[in-house]
């Protein structure tokens, strides 16, 4: 049987253009990549690059970083969309905001992992940012199962005119695992369900953005229901598409966001850049963590 991460799409040949990530099917893409066992993504291109760098160090320097000058080097930033790193096994991508622009990037990198013949026990991870629901702000939510914005347990995919409800669910292994290290670190997680959304302020109930016709009660008894009934603990913008391409895909998947605020008791984010730039830190050590147990031990069979 192949071992190899494959996609099944019949039109894939050599002279594809990743024209997003500033790469081509002609490059030498398996002596690059071959090795990615791997893919951390998030949106911010500043939260990936410190995530590359931090792994990189955890990893003691690996030879199969890629660097330019003795920095990581922004292998996409030629492209001007997404910047993506190397740290030894991982790649480090940005998605930017929401399904859309993740649609883009993750479309590329799964051609990548392709054409690169990489394995294809590959691990998918989205580390990002969210707001909680019934949470305190700086837990880390661990994502169970996505929800749509209507509450469906799906991503709505359209193609061709059509509106295609697509599985999305996240691999149960890696979420224990994640869980696991977050205990033996002491940070504070939890795994729940997500909400996706397709904007960050009607989408997600708040009343602040540029309209609103909604009152603040109608905005508590959806939140609420959403919380108790279906047991949503967080809301970010991703975690449906991105779950819901590695599905498809036949990779596993994971999602761990930390919370910036508890959306049952306010719309703003006003966490201190201090507090943000910490919880993030705590996202990747727990994700560092992770991946350093599954290399070592192969704990994700
Ligand atoms: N990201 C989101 O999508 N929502 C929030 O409330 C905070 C971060």
New binding site residues.
């Given amino acids: 049987m192949n071992s190899h991460f494959q996609l099944d799409n019949p039109n894939l040949g050599k002279e594809d253009i990743l024209y997003h990530i500033g790469l081509t099917a002609k490059d030498d893409l398996q002596s690059m990549f071959q090795d990615v066992k791997f893919v951390c993504m998030g949106g911010k291109p500043s939260r990936m690059q410190k995530f590359a760098a931090y792994l990189d160090d955890k990893l003691g320097k690996p030879k199969t970083s890629r660097r330019e000058k003795g920095e990581l080097l922004d292998i996409s930033g030629s492209a001007g969309r997404y910047s993506m790193y190397k740290a030894g096994p991982v790649l480090s991508v940005s998605h930017g905001i929401g399904q859309a622009s993740l649609s883009v990037v993750l479309n590329e990198v799964l051609k990548l992992l392709h054409y690169a013949k990489c394995n294809k026990d590959v691990i998918f991870i989205r580390i990002?940012?969210?707001?909680g629901l019934g949470v305190e702000p700086g837990t880390l939510v661990i994502t169970d199962q996505p929800y749509n914005s209507t509450l469906e347990p799906v991503f709505l995919h359209i193609s061709l005119g059509r509106s295609i409800p697509r599985p999305c669910s996240t691999c149960p292994d890696t979420r224990r695992e994640l869980l696991n290290c977050s205990k033996n670190l002491g940070i504070p997680a939890v795994i729940g369900n997500t909400m996706a959304?397709d904007d960050?302020f009607e989408g997600?109930c708040r009343l602040d953005g540029a309209f609103c016709d909604y009152s603040d009660e109608d905005k508590m008894n959806f939140l609420k229901r959403a919380n108790q009934e279906l047991g949503v603990k967080n809301?970010?913008?991703e975690s449906t598409c991105f779950s819901a391409m590695c599905n498809r895909a036949n990779v596993k998947s994971a999602v761990i966001c930390s919370a910036?605020?508890n959306?049952l008791q306010q719309d703003v984010?006003d966490a201190t850049v201090q507090d943000m730039d910490k919880w993030q830190q705590q996202s990747f050590e727990v994700v560092a963590a992770f991946i350093s147990n599954t290399v070592n031990d192969n704990v994700v069979s």
């Fill in positions: 990002g940012s969210s707001g959304t960050f997600q809301i970010e913008m910036l605020l959306r984010v």
